[in-house]
């Protein structure tokens, strides 16, 4: 698959080590004097070992690379300590990548390691904040008919239904998900069209996302998979803009569709730059 891992410099590489201790996840080493990332499995591509680099040989690139595997990791962090797996699972946390998060801390439950993780788990009544920010607190609300903005003489009612709405800050697995009919569409789609809820959101379950400028989209692929396997959602509607940077909207939900278990119908929107919607299709 293709994915966000780091690229290290060997001619800059001055073979400090300060990289591999900021990696917790364990994928780098230092080999005759240069640090060498042993497995792309191990690289959760998030680039807590940029920081560390005081030369800046290490840097974000975007190739094939094998599947980040949290488990595994797990299994090289259980012989380093303590300190160790909760900087991991603290790392995972901040960055609000719940899932792995998730099966790391069902991964030391289930073997009885003796880690404190309390703090770190997500309690369902009530949730965490991402990375200390209010606005990234999960949550789902029930219609209010009076909930109507004007525009002119017309009322135009809300149909969101759950917060948050960006696909990096969602949990593929939040209870709003279960069976639903989702729309992950591109950031520019509501701004263009102008009927956007009552034509494209209504009775669906909404992320956005923006296929050019979002990093780290292959997150977004995973995601979309935990979507179609693990939250069973029925339907997904990809709706983008015409231009054609925001085709990769649909070539990730592609991508996932081919990843996942369960074979579900997606259905492609295209809005045209004066919010007209060109066409439809069922691919």
């Known amino acids: 698959m293709k994915r966000t891992v780091i690229k290290i410099d060997e001619q800059k590489c001055n073979g400090c080590g300060l990289c591999v201790t900021g990696c917790h996840e364990g994928a780098l080493q230092l080999i005759d004097g240069k640090a060498v990332m042993i497995s792309d499995m191990f690289c959760d591509g998030l680039g807590a070992c940029i920081g560390e680099c005081p030369v800046g040989a290490i840097e974000l690139i975007e190739r094939e690379a094998e599947k980040y595997d949290e488990i595994a990791v797990m ?22 990548e719940t899932e792995y998060l998730r099966q790391g801390i069902e991964y030391i439950k289930k073997n009885n390691i003796d880690v404190d993780v309390t703090k770190l788990e997500q309690k369902q009544e009530e949730p965490k904040m991402a990375c200390g920010c209010p606005g990234s607190m999960a ?16 009322a135009q009612k809300s ?8 696909l990096h800050l969602q949990n593929p697995m939040a209870p709003y998900f279960q069976n639903a009919n989702v729309l992950i ?3 520019c789609t509501a701004f263009s069209l102008g009927a956007f809820h009552s034509q494209l959101l209504k ?12 990093a780290n989209k292959e997150i977004y692929v995973e995601k979309i998979v935990s979507m179609i396997d693990d939250s ?3 339907t997904l509607t990809i709706a983008i803009m015409e231009v054609p940077c925001c085709g990769g909207l ?3 939900a592609k991508l996932a569709r081919q990843n996942a278990s369960r074979n579900i119908p997606i259905k492609q929107i295209v809005i045209s730059v004066q919010g007209e919607i060109i066409s439809e299709n069922w691919i």
Request: one cysteine or more; proline letters at 3%; hydrophobic letters at 40%.
């Open 75 to 96: 299994e090289r962090l259980v012989h380093k300590g303590t300190n160790v797996i909760l900087a991991h699972l603290k790392h995972m946390k901040d960055h609000n």
């Open 139 to 154: 949550k789902s609300f029930a219609k209010k008919e009076e909930n109507n903005d004007m525009i002119g003489n017309v």
């Open 159 to 166: 149909e969101l239904t759950h917060w948050p709405i960006q």
């Open 185 to 187: 569409a591109a950031d």
């Open 203 to 214: 009775n669906k379950i909404l992320s956005i996302a923006c296929p050019k400028l979002d």
């Open 232 to 234: 069973k959602i029925d």
């Open 250 to 252: 649909l070539e990730l």
